[in-house]
């Protein structure tokens, strides 16, 4: 199949020319640059697209992929947020994901967010590199005994309820399924209130939807307890960016991290050092000491991205030789 790859960095298509040679013949075309309404012109006459978690699959993009021969998207990610199911369906496209890779990288990041926050190495690193050696302003908590409340318990979620176990904590889960998995390592599933008004950590494992959008609002903050730690290496809308601000400047919560932000798509994956930035909330949230950040990087480890590169190749392998694929994605 004929394959036009956006937003490509030289680590995708390190992966997909190494997963094509060793098990696939798909042709692939490389382009930089992320997929939009302006862009899609690039892949007239190409079979397939492969794109990633900011590329625009939205309906206006797909009508002209179909304009140009397009009968596939493939993404090389979990999540499908970015792409209008339906319109996709209408146009007679199909949509394949990467259903699971690695929930251990995401599960792993998870909690290195945490042990950041929780023990300011962000801060330890630049101050012992200045030669101060005062310990006052680290201090932490011991995480044995804590409680974690963990939101979603698909693939990643539970990875991080076996971790956190691991570590001596309690576990509070909420999900719409609950995961028997969760409940044999010992966690216990909760209404929302509950998890938010008990839990020292509480962590977003749920896709973004409708329901999820903006779960943690000023409400939801409101009820978790003083100097909760939130994680977020889902999706970025999830949370409430400007509420979760107000929850800091208040002290309500203690410490954030972010793998994922709102509008992190005229951020994140690029170099934009040389350029002054013009997000004014993302700049605030810069400004805390009990805040980390990294850019969308949960997923990135070698073993997750030779998984997805194989999967990515074999969903259209798959869609090719006759017409189904278990990772297709229905509205
Ligand atoms: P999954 O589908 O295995 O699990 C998601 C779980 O969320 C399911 O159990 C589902 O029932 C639950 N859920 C759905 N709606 C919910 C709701 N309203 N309230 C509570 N629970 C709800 O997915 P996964 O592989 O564990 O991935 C989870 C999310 O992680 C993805 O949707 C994606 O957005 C994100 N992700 C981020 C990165 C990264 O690099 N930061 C990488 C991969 C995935």
Redesign the pocket.
């Known amino acids: 199949m004929k394959v036009a790859v956006f937003s490509t960095k030289p680590y995708d298509e390190q992966f997909l020319q190494r997963a094509n040679e060793e098990s696939h013949q798909h042709e692939l075309v490389f382009f930089e640059a992320r997929l939009n309404e302006a862009t899609a012109p690039l892949a007239k006459g190409f079979g397939a697209v492969c794109v990633f978690?900011n590329d625009q699959v939205n309906s206006a993009v797909l009508n002209v992929l179909a304009e140009g021969g397009t009968r596939a998207i493939a993404l090389r990610?979990?999540?499908f947020?970015n792409v209008d199911l339906k319109a996709a369906e209408r146009l007679g496209i199909d949509v394949v994901r990467v259903?699971?890779?690695s929930?251990y990288?995401?599960a792993e990041?998870t909690v290195a967010l945490m042990l950041t926050l929780n023990r300011q190495i962000h801060r330890a690193y630049h101050r012992i590199r200045d030669g101060n050696f005062a310990l006052d302003g680290l201090l932490g908590f011991d995480l044995h005994g804590r409680t974690v409340g963990v939101?979603?318990?698909?693939?990643?979620?539970?990875e991080v309820v076996r971790i956190m176990r691991g570590f001596g904590c309690r576990v509070l889960c909420?999900?719409?399924?609950p995961?028997s998995d969760a409940e044999q390592l010992g966690a216990d599933y909760v209404p929302?209130d509950q998890l938010f008004g008990q839990s020292d950590i509480v962590t977003l494992?749920?896709?973004?939807?409708p329901?999820?959008h903006h779960?943690i609002d000023a409400d939801a903050i409101g009820k978790m307890k003083k100097g909760v730690m939130v994680i977020n290496?889902?999706?970025g809308a999830i949370v409430d960016t400007s509420a979760m601000i107000e929850g800091l400047k208040s002290g309500h919560v203690g410490y954030l991290g972010l793998?994922?932000y709102e509008e992190e798509g005229d951020l994140f994956f690029e170099d934009l050092s040389n350029i002054v930035l013009q997000d004014d909330v993302f700049a605030r949230l810069l400004t805390f000491p009990n805040v980390v950040i990294t850019g969308?990087?949960?997923?990135?480890t070698r073993h997750a991205l030779e998984s997805i590169a194989h999967t990515t190749l074999g969903n259209l392998t798959a869609l090719e030789s006759n017409g189904q694929c278990e990772n297709r994605v229905t509205g």
């Open positions: 978690v990610c979990a999540g947020n259903p699971a890779y929930p990288a995401v990041h939101i979603g318990t698909g693939q990643i979620g539970v909420h999900d719409l399924k995961n929302l494992h749920c896709p973004l939807t329901e999820t779960l290496t889902s999706r793998d994922v969308h990087q949960a997923f990135f």
